[in-house]
């Protein structure tokens, strides 16, 4: 793969013009009115299935008389998955349903398909599936429980539990990891990584079950593949049949080592992964990421890596693709329909959600990509196959983004379905033109959106949304805290906690300054949303690089506490090392 940054041209600054507008505190909607606000290649259109719904949306499927499954992005008992029916015959539709699920989800509860004529669906922890009886949208059969994940969480950030089938009554699940690189403590920037790891012995992995045997655990299944820290974009592709993933690839190489990496080099690496999955396949974490500019598999730097180094990592499987850090591929659907252009058949559409940790740099993705196969390997690059979900350029902050595309289906007519995360909007998309006479120039468009800010290689110094930009404790934020907690202090909505309005951050100040210096992991509420994920500590900051931040962050985005100072610092920071 090659990656160049581009110097946009007067017809790309009109590209921008038509194709976005800037968020504002009241319009956060698309220029672009047509096809639902995609932009999609020449002959292709969309319609907008349902604009919203209740609980938002992550993995969907379509049965064979069109009736659409959503797995809810959140949901209560008896609410996960959200049924959708069209009863005229106008594209939209207008029943809507709820039923399923034992248990209150937060947001990581994802996977929706259907299998030989039941309904598959996950929790975190738990597989279901429903008989889906002829003619009835939400099945009257029993819900029964396919596994159950028996390992105690108290934290754990790839606990989702997406799924695919083969040809021969096998369901393949993963089991994601909770660690960058397998640090001893989650907690300690730039620890060494455990070696052996022993979190591969029963996560990191995907893990192959009988897709007909009811109430299994992890140790029924058969430990398919490992090295991989966390896929959520998995599918069976029956032409070669073969299985395929995408890995998200590990975060915080700026804030771990910033003696290491620069900004730049954080936003884009490590590599989203790209691989064929075959029995006994292992893709290197936690000792090893993929580089794609260097094109190869560096050594961690919890394993001594310094960027260049090699070492073990050459034995390691090497992906089809290696794409821009942080896109998060979270949905893959290789193309079996006959109903869009022969070009697509086999192909692999891919939902990338967005990434969230891009910063100083603006976030990336979020759009749908194909890229073309023939005889088992990708044929050419990847294209930009849907664009327009964010709906603004560049996109500073997650929550900036009025859509993030997630889940992917094929109808039984050969459309292509999308869900995104944020409203839980769903896209039909279908292709109206001359499918023996569609060329690649209908193309042509949609690789000029590689030039858009969400796709392109970032300037390493004018895309920098830091540059000229000094605020007292500014810095320190941008470097540890932005990644995570996003440049407007709201978070992403599903894994890091908003600053802005939140009690730990305006409260307490010796809670907020032990927070810092000794790290926080476990579930915690943050204005009536739970979260459970590891912050770091950070005691390696000076006392004032401290005090700054958190003066900052307590009298931005919203809030107007109080200053921390360097005394308030020093005293804590005394009396926690008195403890030890």
């Known amino acids: 793969m090659r990656y160049h940054s581009f110097k946009l041209s007067a017809s790309f600054l009109l590209l921008f013009a038509l194709g976005f507008t800037q968020r504002g505190d009241e319009q956060d909607v698309p220029v672009?009115?047509?096809?639902?606000?995609?932009?999609?290649?020449?002959?292709?259109?969309?319609?907008?299935?349902?604009?919203?719904?209740?609980?938002?949306?992550?993995?969907?499927?379509?049965?064979?008389?069109?009736?659409?499954?959503?797995?809810?992005?959140?949901?209560?008992?008896?609410?996960?998955?959200?049924?959708?029916?069209?009863?005229?015959?106008?594209?939209?539709?207008?029943?809507?349903?709820?039923?399923?699920?034992?248990?209150?989800?937060?947001?990581?509860?994802?996977?929706?398909?259907?299998?030989?004529?039941?309904?598959?669906?996950?929790?975190?922890?738990?597989?279901?599936?429903?008989?889906?009886?002829?003619?009835?949208?939400?099945?009257?059969?029993?819900?029964?429980?396919?596994?159950?994940?028996?390992?105690?969480?108290?934290?754990?950030?790839?606990?989702?539990?997406?799924?695919t089938f083969d040809d021969k009554g096998f369901m393949y699940v993963p089991f994601g990891a909770n660690s960058n690189a397998c640090q001893g403590d989650n907690r300690i920037p730039s620890?060494?990584?455990?070696?052996?790891?022993?979190?591969?012995?029963?996560?990191?992995?995907?893990?192959?079950?009988?897709a007909n045997k009811k109430g299994q655990l992890q140790k029924d299944g058969v430990k398919f593949a490992t090295g991989l820290r966390s896929v959520v974009a998995l599918d069976w592709n029956f032409a070669d049949n073969n299985l395929y993933a995408l890995q998200h690839g590990r975060d915080d190489l700026l804030r771990l080592f910033p003696q290491l990496f620069s900004p730049w080099q954080?936003?884009?690496?490590?590599?989203e992964e790209f691989l064929r999955i075959k029995e006994g396949t292992h893709a290197g974490w936690p000792y090893c990421y993929w580089d794609q500019m260097q094109g190869k598999k560096v050594l961690n730097p919890e394993y001594g890596g310094d960027g260049n180094e090699v070492g073990r990592c050459g034995e390691y499987e090497k992906p089809l693709i290696g794409f821009p850090g942080h896109w998060a591929p979270n949905d893959i659907l290789?193309?079996?329909?006959?109903?869009?252009?022969?070009?697509?058949?086999?192909?692999?559409?891919?939902?990338?959600?967005?990434?969230?940790?891009?910063?100083?740099?603006?976030?990336?993705?979020?759009?749908?990509?194909?890229?073309?196969?023939?005889?088992?390997?990708?044929s050419g690059d990847y294209e930009v196959f849907a664009d327009g979900f964010a709906g603004v350029d560049p996109i500073v902050n997650v929550s900036d983004a009025v859509y993030r595309p997630m889940g992917l289906a094929m109808g039984p007519d050969g459309a292509l379905y999308i869900a995104e995360t944020e409203k839980g909007k769903i896209w039909k998309v279908v292709y109206k033109g001359n499918k023996q006479k569609f060329a690649k120039t209908a193309l042509v468009k949609m690789?000029?959106?590689?030039?858009?800010?969400?796709?392109?290689?970032?300037?390493?110094?004018?895309?920098?949304?830091?540059?000229?930009?000094?605020?007292?404790?500014?810095?320190?934020?941008?470097?540890?805290?932005?990644?995570?907690?996003?440049?407007?202090?709201?978070?992403?909505?599903?894994?890091?906690?908003?600053?802005?309005?939140?009690?730990?951050?305006?409260?307490?100040?010796?809670?907020?300054?032990?927070?810092?210096?000794?790290?926080?992991?476990?579930?915690l509420e943050v204005k009536g949303q739970s979260y459970n994920n590891v912050m770091p500590q950070h005691s390696f900051l000076k006392d004032d690089e401290i005090a700054e931040v958190l003066t900052h962050?307590?009298?931005?985005?919203?809030?107007?506490?109080?200053?921390?100072?360097?005394?308030?610092?020093?005293?804590?920071?005394?009396?926690?090392?008195?403890?030890?």
Request: charged share 25%; aromatic share 10%; hydrophobic share 30%.
């Open 334 to 378: 290789f193309y079996q329909g006959n109903h869009f252009p022969e070009r697509y058949k086999n192909g692999s559409f891919i939902a990338f959600h967005g990434s969230t940790n891009r910063a100083p740099y603006p976030q990336s993705s979020y759009f749908i990509g194909f890229v073309p196969f023939k005889a088992g390997q990708p």
């Open 266 to 271: 954080s936003a884009m690496l490590p590599s």
């Open 191 to 210: 620890s060494s990584g455990m070696d052996p790891c022993p979190i591969l012995e029963d996560h990191g992995g995907i893990w192959r079950f009988d």
């Open 32 to 163: 672009n009115t047509k096809n639902g606000g995609l932009f999609l290649p020449d002959g292709f259109e969309a319609t907008v299935v349902v604009d919203s719904l209740p609980g938002r949306a992550r993995h969907i499927a379509v049965n064979d008389n069109g009736d659409i499954y959503v797995k809810a992005r959140f949901a209560d008992k008896g609410e996960s998955v959200i049924a959708l029916r069209d009863t005229n015959g106008d594209g939209r539709a207008d029943i809507i349903k709820r039923f399923g699920g034992q248990a209150k989800e937060r947001a990581y509860g994802t996977a929706m398909r259907i299998y030989k004529g039941y309904l598959y669906f996950s929790s975190e922890l738990i597989v279901y599936r429903y008989k889906l009886n002829p003619g009835e949208l939400v099945p009257t059969s029993e819900e029964e429980v396919i596994l159950t994940d028996d390992h105690a969480h108290g934290m754990h950030e790839h606990i989702a539990k997406p799924v």
């Open 447 to 523: 690789e000029k959106r590689k030039s858009m800010s969400n796709i392109r290689t970032p300037d390493i110094i004018n895309d920098n949304l830091d540059k000229d930009k000094p605020v007292a404790g500014g810095k320190v934020y941008s470097v540890y805290c932005s990644a995570c907690h996003q440049r407007n202090g709201m978070g992403d909505s599903q894994r890091f906690p908003p600053l802005g309005g939140a009690e730990w951050v305006t409260g307490d100040k010796e809670r907020l300054i032990k927070v810092l210096l000794k790290g926080l992991e476990g579930p």
């Open 553 to 580: 962050i307590r009298s931005n985005f919203g809030n107007s506490a109080s200053a921390v100072t360097v005394d308030e610092v020093t005293k804590t920071r005394s009396s926690l090392d008195s403890l030890k």
